[in-house]
């Protein structure tokens, strides 16, 4: 079965880390572009976070530039996305999404043309 499924949410205090996992069964996300979305509530689902698989280029929306960083381990099939320095308004359920389109870069968000695969979520609550 194909399928990517995210694990790691919870609840963080402001300041707090959390590490969110992409964990890809019946394919290899090495083979992807694997991004991070989230979706805020009453919001569009955006764009955050992106690594390619040609040369690991790293993408960040500049919401998150120097907090989250994203990281693949080819040999786990799993992507990963460490938040560090949380926020409220990172409250938001995020998402992981493969892509075997190139993507597209902008300031507050990137994008694929084409998504071959989507995670089923998972919440990230940020409050005191």
């Known amino acids: 079965q194909v399928q990517l499924v995210e694990s790691g949410g919870g609840l963080a205090q402001p300041g707090g880390s959390l590490r969110l996992s992409c964990a890809a069964s019946g394919f290899s996300l090495a083979f992807y572009n694997i991004g991070w979305f989230r979706q805020a509530p009453g919001k569009e689902r955006e764009g955050i976070s992106c690594i390619q698989s040609s040369d690991g280029t790293e993408y960040y929306a500049d919401s998150v530039q120097g907090r989250f960083t994203i990281s693949r381990d080819n040999s786990k099939n799993t992507v990963y996305l460490q938040m560090n320095a949380l926020k409220p308004e990172d409250t938001a359920v995020y998402y992981c999404?493969?892509?075997?389109?190139?993507?597209?870069?902008?300031?507050?968000?990137?994008?694929?043309?084409?998504?071959?695969?989507w995670g089923q979520g998972t919440q990230v609550t940020v409050s005191s």
């Open positions: 999404a493969a892509s075997s389109s190139s993507p597209d870069y902008y300031d507050h968000y990137f994008r694929f043309d084409e998504i071959n695969y």
